[in-house]
Nanobody, 116 residues
């Protein structure tokens, strides 16, 4: 059974920073892409950032220049450094991993709230 466990969410003031972590455990074939998605109340889930096993990253337009995704392949862990946070970044953030068989796995989500 594959599990993705996220951590690092919380409440932060506008302009602040948070770092999310997601560790993948269990029996899983080679992990290809890992990424972060988010869903705000009343909105569809959207891509935040994705990173390939080779370290190539892509970002959603709304977070470019503010967020940085990285991964540690030895630990099967992906990170999301979020800087210059805005109230519109408030959402539940979900970790995603895709294996070499193109199966997608999701974490349970972690709440990020940006408010003064």
């Amino acid at each position: 059974q594959v599990q993705l466990v996220e951590s690092g969410g919380g409440l932060v003031q506008p302009g602040g920073s948070l770092r999310l972590s997601c560790a993948v455990s269990g029996t899983i074939f080679r992990i290809n892409d890992m990424g972060w998605y988010r869903q705000a109340p009343g909105k569809q889930r959207e891509l935040v950032a994705v990173i390939s096993s080779a370290g190539l990253a892509n970002y959603g337009d709304s977070v470019k220049g503010r967020f940085t995704i990285s991964r540690d392949n030895a630990k099967n862990t992906v990170y999301l450094q979020m800087n210059s946070l805005k109230p519109e970044d408030t959402a539940v953030y979900y970790c995603n991993a895709r294996d070499s068989r193109s199966r997608a796995f999701w974490g349970q989500g972690t709440q990020v709230t940006v408010s003064s």
